[in-house]
């Protein structure tokens, strides 16, 4: 069994803002899988799937971003799994947005959703995928990741959801090696497509 946690804020009002990623990417494995994530269990909604031979648990935090571990430690004593079958996707200002990049283990960073699934783990040794949604020019961090995409980042992101969910997909099948080999290359920063002629 795996987990796939997408960290967010809960509530309408922060749906489509750059924190929220994680969960978009859950949303889009649940349309990919033809179900929904509407399940109700330890402070979060979740939702289940079957990726190749192996049953997969969808799962939102519906604490605030800064109580995540909350959530994602009740699911992980209730199934009594190993750290390397959770993997958490959430939102980084150090990549470019559309950027992508996997890693096996590592610091929550500056990140307070990270820091709390660390402590209520006892250690980082989790793999997670982050998802770039670039620096502030001028707001502070955290009124940039309370806001929104523009509009020349939508189509960018929508992609990067979906490659996301690839890579998602891909670590589930073929483990965390695999998919970093396959999705942690070095791409251009993505830039609105030019309209055609």
Request: no cysteine.
């Amino acid at each position: 069994m795996i987990i796939l946690v997408g960290l967010g804020n809960p509530g309408g009002k922060y749906d489509a803002t750059r924190h929220n990623i994680g969960f978009h990417v859950i949303d889009a494995l649940a349309r990919n899988h033809h179900t929904e994530v509407k399940g109700k269990k330890f402070n979060s909604l979740y939702g289940e799937i079957r990726i190749g031979t192996e049953k997969v648990i969808l799962v939102k935090p519906q604490t605030y971003m800064n109580r995540s571990g909350d959530s994602v430690g009740a699911w992980m004593r209730y199934f009594d799994l190993p750290e390397e079958n959770l993997l958490v996707i959430y939102d980084d200002m150090d990549f470019a947005p559309g950027e992508i990049k996997l890693r096996a283990k590592g610091s929550g960073g500056t990140h307070n959703g990270m820091k709390s699934i660390i402590q209520h783990l006892g250690n980082s040794n989790f793999p997670r995928l982050r998802m770039g949604i670039g620096k502030p020019l001028w707001q502070s961090a955290a009124q940039y990741v309370l806001s929104r995409f523009t509009p020349e980042e939508i189509p960018i992101m929508q992609e990067s959801i979906k490659e996301a969910a690839e890579a998602v997909e891909t670590f589930v099948r073929d483990g965390i090696q695999i998919a970093m080999n396959r999705y942690n290359t070095k791409k251009e920063p993505k830039q609105p497509k030019e309209p055609q002629e």
